[in-house]
């Protein structure tokens, strides 16, 4: 896995996240303090889990060799009771007959992301001398 970076460009919220060659933009909606120059960090965890649960599904589907055209999922989140509240609604795409989608529903839960989300989580946080650019390292 690639290492991300994660840059503030000096204004109150705007991230710049760097993944090998590609470039991401986060901020903060301007109701929310931002510049609404790129989307929230609850925003891209919704997408981490969207994107992996499609790509899982897929994976799956084509080595079953089942008809699954594409897949779409639509995701919310918000803080209930201390908790955070993930809604996924997904569409499956294709001629799969009703015990393919069952199935295929039961696989979103074992995506990667899902499993992350859903197990132990250990976050090792560490300071580092100040670095004129520590995109870098």
Do not use: N
């Given at each position: 896995m690639r290492d991300v970076r994660v840059t503030s460009d000096?204004?109150?919220?705007?991230?710049?996240i760097t993944i090998g060659t590609h470039r991401l933009r986060a901020d903060e909606?301007?109701?929310q303090?931002?510049?609404?120059?790129?989307?929230?960090?609850?925003?891209?965890l919704l997408g981490a889990l969207g994107a992996c649960t499609s790509m899982t599904l897929r994976l799956y589907a084509e080595r079953k060799g089942w008809p699954l055209a594409s897949v779409h999922v639509a995701l919310t989140g918000e803080a209930?009771?201390?908790k955070y509240a993930i809604?996924?609604?997904?569409?499956m795409?294709?001629?799969l007959d009703?015990?393919?989608?069952q199935r295929l529903l039961e696989i979103?839960?074992?995506?990667?992301?899902?499993?992350t989300l859903t197990g132990e989580v250990v976050i090792q946080t560490t300071a580092v001398p100040d670095e004129p650019d520590i995109t870098k390292r």
């Amino acid at each position: 896995m690639r290492d991300v970076r994660v840059t503030s460009d000096g204004t109150k919220f705007g991230q710049d996240i760097t993944i090998g060659t590609h470039r991401l933009r986060a901020d903060e909606d301007a109701d929310q303090g931002g510049g609404g120059t790129g989307v929230g960090p609850h925003e891209l965890l919704l997408g981490a889990l969207g994107a992996c649960t499609s790509m899982t599904l897929r994976l799956y589907a084509e080595r079953k060799g089942w008809p699954l055209a594409s897949v779409h999922v639509a995701l919310t989140g918000e803080a209930v009771d201390g908790k955070y509240a993930i809604t996924r609604a997904i569409t499956m795409v294709g001629d799969l007959d009703a015990e393919q989608r069952q199935r295929l529903l039961e696989i979103a839960d074992k995506c990667p992301v899902h499993r992350t989300l859903t197990g132990e989580v250990v976050i090792q946080t560490t300071a580092v001398p100040d670095e004129p650019d520590i995109t870098k390292r």
